[in-house]
């Protein structure tokens, strides 16, 4: 075996890092996808690393410059560095950080599965007319919009529901209802970056099209719970706050208040906790609610059990109707302990119309983790006719924060079934033809692409954890055989090729 | 059973269609997803689309509106029905083009994890700076750019090795090379939408970086071919065209061609099968090169051997060295018989150095399938230390075309292990409990979300290939029953829900 003296002076420095160690902790990985709190440290490195952008030394770890044959000086006369990070507010996906979302977009695809739904998707890109709403929404103040090239007016989707509507629409009878679809997709929204938010995130969705009755937001809260607990998430943990736009609705007709009022006095409703409640009264004056109105419907709004409710709206109401029928639901899907009544709750796109929902931390540490409901009009707010349609949004970063407050992300590492490697150079195609072998045969293989020390062979096979490693050295060869050592236990024996599995 | 009667209207229409034939059929999805010729008539239809796009019908199926319980009139005041269609020169993804798309990219996926791949991503949306390159090159003039709301040059990514430069930058010392990573992400172009193309399609990116010699490359052709090989597409169908740009650089370095015009010269060249001759010797001309230079130049990139280019340029250049080295490495690899020289081989991308590669179909018909080379310098234009690198792209679109060609593309199904209906209203409850238990078991349900004819259970049934339908009525849910029919073979009994697998 070679001795370390015959390692390269850059693969001695490789061997000095740690790479275990920099794989086994997460918290590189979860600061990256977190989101508020570590998004705003991952800004302020961002930005610090901008001002840097012209040095010649990267903003995470000073260096010295490559030596030796994996490098030769630059031919272009010292051009300028480039920005080396992301636009702002958006991610790169590294290894480790992709590890992770595939593993949450996997969960998501299978709870899908589990359900039976269909999985879609649609332009990142669409028309900015599918997102002009005239209800005031922080979404449409948020639009990361463009002119395109040919002076069109276009869009990064803030959202997947108005593409999916629009394709719901497009596909008219050619579909039976009811459609189960889900789909996981990037959205965007363009907003200063003052609040430690990125301007990106991906949106797992599920819709179902058709189906009028509040069993399809049952199937739909059951779902979430589902995935809640397959990632080890309890009703301790988290919880659902359920209402319905009916509520208000009711109110608001109670008062006479122009129907086309409903969607921008739910807009106004939905900044409660965010901003004071002056405000909130002072926004509802201005949409020409009486006093009175205004007074009623903060006091419903202060509801907190369906009981109470029944007493202020009577019990004759679809609003009451709906939300008894989902909570007599839950307990048979199983999520009973999960949700609760909140009139409070009415989530802030203008496009729903019956039961709404959000997921919460109990420990009210995050902001909303999902949200959904009924969205009864969209279509015909396009221009289509209605179809009953309900359906969720749940993003990829409040989840990694909450599974992070609670020790629950996974620790993913890179898996590699071989590493296989030839003892010398002239060696280098028959490591070729066994690397074919194995991947002909199923299993994955790291094939080393130069002649390198065994000890540094050794290294890379820890850190892709590798199982096996297969040496191919001259003698056994000959002979037809190659060298295995089961890397967890150091057992060693030589194997004919056509034997190997 | 309730009688054929008993269906609601809508719903008889529902069964006169003929969903099976048109899951079976995959014309209308390969129309979708094929480019360029099935991608053209796309374009027609998406056009004729649009013109009537102020109807109230759909372009695809005339629609006579939806009754009964299903809708309810319009709320707003018909307002003006939106475009139905994508972007131009987008798409969608509904389900059975979905199946598709994720069918081809487990593929990728599943190659590149043989190969011992990690995969990564970057942001959809990168800087504009880093795709401004100075050669020429049609990916420039193509470019999907914006100038974003902070007056940022921005653009949708044309291409994804660019960003992974940048990040491999970003991580400088962090990484121990060689890295090997995989993307699988949407690229943009802006063009015309004259040849019938379209403006994103998903590239399939494999990238080594830190490996100097063409054990790289060749692991990188092996990993497509076996690609090819698990699509059923063989040797006779597929080939590649392999030379390597020091072919020409050591051309151009004979007759004291300045360097920085290699990117240009090679962007030139790589037009020669689109545009004349003659327009390609002006602007070589252009260029400043002599006729001399230009004449030799061309008088090499005809040339279809190694053994005459080793003539033309000697034994012991950098380009037949290499070259030499690829092709006895294919023989220990097993893919000989897929590859060829070709001189006139370049690539459109100004950044390749050396080895280059372009995977074709045989029988001419299509655009390059795939194509890849080495660029060891990108980093260094960014400002970066130069780092030994080789990658290659491959679309999702002119694959599909292949694959219809040979009758490859496989018949994929919408599958859910269960239907699972409660036999009226008041068993709705139940059902939905018997549902929480099976997708606890891990089995995917189809939950009938509202009270159907049994006759439409079966149709839906048949439509989502399940295998076994649950029914749950009342005399045997008391006893903690269900009926079970094993839709295959019609086989019926009843079980314990406790029994149920």
Redesign the interface.
Known sequence: MPSLLALHPRLI??FL?T?LR?HSSLSPLSRRLTFPISAAAARRQSSAASTQSLD?T????P?S??SG????????D???????????G??????EE??L??WLFDNFREVS????F??????????E??YIRKAGEEIRDQL???????N?R?A?RPELTP?LA??V??????V???L??FAVG?C?R?ERMTRGRRR?HYQWNMD?I????V??E??LI?SIV?FFKRMGITSSDVGFKVSSRKVLQEVLTCYAIP?NLFGKVCIIIDKMEKIPMDEIKKELKAAELSEEAIKELLQVLSVKSLAQLEEKLGAAGEAIGDLKELF??A????FSEWIQFDAAVVRGLAYYTGIVFEGFDREGKLRAICGGGRY??LL?????????ACGFGFGDAVIIELLKEKGLLPELS?L?EN?VCSLDHTL???A??V??IL??R??????V??NKPLKWVF??AA??NARRLILVGSSEWQKGMVGVKILSTGEQYEIKVDELK
């Open positions: 420095g490789l890092a790479p920099r010649t990267p903003n995470d770890s260096r410059g490559r044959s994996l490098s030769s000086p630059p031919v272009h010292s051009p300028q560095r480039i920005d080396v990070n992301p636009p702002k958006t991610r790169d996906f590294p290894p992709m590890r979302r595939n599965r589990l359900f039976g269909e999985e879609v998707d649609f332009p990142v890109l669409e028309s007319a599918l990361y919009c463009f002119e395109d090239r040919g069109r276009v990064l593409s629009r394709l629409m497009q596909k008219g009878k050619s039976s209802l009811p189960k679809w990037q965007w363009y990106e179902i058709g189906v009028p009755g069993t399809a049952a199937e059951s589902t129907e007599s639901l307990e048979k899907f199983g009864d009009q015909s707010t396009f221009g289509g006719d209605n179809v009953p890179p590699v590493i280098q195609g028959a070729a033809a690397a074919t991947r002909e199923g299993q994955s293989v790291d094939l692409l130069e290294k890379r850190r892709i």
